[in-house]
């Protein structure tokens, strides 16, 4: 019995100094990670975005062939050219509601147009305004996909 008793006391836990310096090397990865995590995270809701804005696209050149002209509005391309508008993924707003892509007709009757994002600095779709170098992207028939300040 005396010896089971004597290995419990030399058998210590770890000190006050070694769980502080573990919990501070946890503190220093975890100062690196995180933004770095965020970066990506927002880097893929850009290429999402720019993803859907193709795809808006490609529904409006299907409308245009059938009809000689683009919509009014991206709803009437539903549901004969598009199952459903796509929701920004960097502000969750439904297309055309002001918070995440805008369409809007140039031209009389429609002959042109222009897809947008709405992202602010520090506001509405920020981080992903932040990844994409401080800009907005734009799509348009002829140029394609381009960032706009």
Known sequence: MCRFARRFRNNRGF????????????????AILIPNFLRARAQSQVAASKGNMKNVATALESFFADNAAYPQQATSLQPDYTRSLPRDPCTGVVFGMGGGYLYSIVGNPGTDYVLR???TNGGTGGPCYSANGGANIRYTPGGGLESTP
Do not use: G, K, S
Not at 15 to 30: M, P, R, S
């Open 15 to 30: 000190t006050l100094i070694e769980l502080l310096i573990v919990v501070a090397i946890i503190a220093i990865l975890a």
């Open 117 to 119: 994002t709405n992202w």
